[in-house]
């Protein structure tokens, strides 16, 4: 069974709260980002189920020919909405559902972004060696 809005809705009340934005005045966005998850989840099962991506539409004038399912747009949206939330909130997906410290991807991540920029060494001709 899926999660339910609410459930969603204090996953990232939760999640605001962990990394200290969390504000009651935010509530209808996290209920927006709640539902976007909620339907983003239901469209993901509804695609695990499918057995084609396309699916045969009829013209007005009778022609027969195949467009992609309806549910991939919904995906899409709900995707889209998930994402301007998440940015409007200030929060990463890392931040929403949390991490595995044993992954890879994620150590190297961490690994790039402590590290830095250096400045670069450049090396000038010395003016007095003749070339």
């Known amino acids: 069974m899926s999660k339910k809005i609410?459930?969603?809705k204090k996953e990232i009340i939760r999640a605001l709260k962990a990394v200290g934005k969390?504000?009651?005045s935010l509530d209808a966005?996290?209920?927006s980002l709640a539902g976007?998850?909620?339907t983003l989840d239901i469209a993901g099962?509804?695609?695990d189920q499918l057995e084609t991506a396309t699916v045969p539409v009829t013209s007005r004038y009778g022609n027969s020919t195949l467009a992609p399912h309806p549910v991939f747009k919904i995906q899409k949206d709900?995707?889209?909405s998930v994402t301007?939330?998440?940015k409007a909130l200030g929060l990463t997906a890392e931040e929403l559902t949390g991490t595995d410290e044993t992954d890879?991807?994620?150590e190297l991540t961490k690994k790039v972004k402590s590290a830095g920029r250096k400045k670069p060494v450049i090396i000038k001709p010395d003016k007095d060696i003749p070339e």
């Open 29 to 31: 966005q996290i209920l």
């Open 36 to 38: 976007a998850l909620r």
């Open 104 to 106: 890879p991807l994620i």
């Open 78 to 80: 709900a995707q889209d």
């Open 45 to 47: 099962s509804e695609i």
């Open 84 to 86: 301007r939330q998440m």
């Open 6 to 8: 609410e459930d969603y």
């Open 22 to 24: 969390y504000s009651k």
